[in-house]
């Protein structure tokens, strides 16, 4: 049995919905997947906030058909496809799909749009090889800890040098003192 187009409109209605709420989009070919092959893909995407669907072509078409950000994804729009549908962390989504494409071998990218630009497999996977939001936190981290740590080196040396200098000056007037004496 056919759907409905009640439920053809509620499908539509999902994809705007995911679509608003997602930064990157990918599409794959996962023509030859399971369903628990599928299930395994999601399952690695979900902790990167990714949702993939599985409509399609023209359902998804209807739904970018008034989104010009989105506009790009008409192109990558044939045979089975399935759609990565990214809100926040791009590179671990990437990166659990890279590793999902590794394990199977049986599906293939091709493409994404990110901020309206269409993206090809290379581009993607540059994106991919960008470090997560928590790698990215920790390194900033890192080094405002080690300006701080230079910091505070610098104002604690400050006393240091100020003493060895008035050191330095009271030993030579001791010394001229002392020549002035003997002379």
């Known amino acids: 049995m056919g759907r409905t187009i009640e439920n053809k409109k509620e499908i539509v209605a999902d994809l705007k919905e995911t679509l608003s709420k997602s930064t990157l989009a990918l599409v794959i070919d996962y023509q030859g997947l399971t369903v628990s092959e599928i299930t395994d893909l999601r399952r690695r995407l979900r ?17 970018i058909q008034d989104q010009e950000k989105w506009q790009p994804l008409s192109e990558l729009l ?17 990166k659990a799909y890279q590793d999902f494409q590794k394990l199977t071998k049986k599906t293939e990218l091709r493409g994404g749009v990110m901020e309206g630009r269409l993206l090809k497999e290379p581009d993607v996977k540059a994106l991919g090889d960008l ?21 505070a080196v610098g104002i604690n040396e400050v006393p240091g040098s100020l003493a060895r200098a008035l050191q330095a000056v009271a030993e030579a007037e001791k010394s001229d003192s002392a020549e002035s004496a003997g002379e």
């Open 131 to 151: 470090p997560s939001k928590e790698q990215l936190m920790g390194q900033i981290a890192g080094a405002i800890n080690a300006l701080a740590t230079k910091i």
């Open 47 to 63: 902790p990167s906030g990714t949702v993939c669907k599985v409509t399609k072509n023209t359902l998804m078409g209807i739904a």
């Open 78 to 94: 044939k045979g089975s496809s399935a759609f990565l549908l990214v809100k926040e962390d791009f590179s671990s989504a990437i």
